[in-house]
Nanobody
């Protein structure tokens, strides 16, 4: 039912910015959650940020709070992750996921995109 497609990954210099997008289709409930997760080689898949479809509730991992912004764009069918003040530690494959209810656990998300690589150089 829910389809997710990430885009916007690439190479960015430390201190720079990058904007990721997740195209979403098939969402019915306003409480449905779109989350961003990331996974670096040899590491666990970690929560980054999440937003309810209505946009009224947002959550951020401590490591990105104050630097990243999750939002719905003007088209209302995509969720963006604005990455500011990027650091080398942000390097990972970023995944967009859908689930219900809002949660930070990856196991609670039923649908996943294929991921997009983000590389931050020093």
């Amino acid at each position: 039912q829910v389809q997710l497609v990430e885009s916007g990954g690439g190479l960015v210099q430390a201190g720079g910015s990058l904007r990721l997008s997740c195209e979403v289709s098939g969402v019915i409930s306003s409480t449905y959650t779109i989350g961003w997760f990331r996974q670096a080689p040899g590491k666990e898949r970690d929560f980054v940020a999440a937003i309810t479809w209505s946009g009224n509730t947002k959550n951020y991992a401590d490591s990105v709070k104050g630097r990243f912004i999750i939002s719905r764009d003007n088209a209302k069918n995509t969720v963006a992750l604005q990455m500011n003040s990027a650091t080398v530690e942000d390097t990972a494959v970023y995944y967009c996921a859908g689930g219900n209810p809002v949660d930070r656990r990856s196991s609670k998300y039923n649908y996943w995109g294929r991921g997009t690589q983000v590389t931050v150089s020093s």
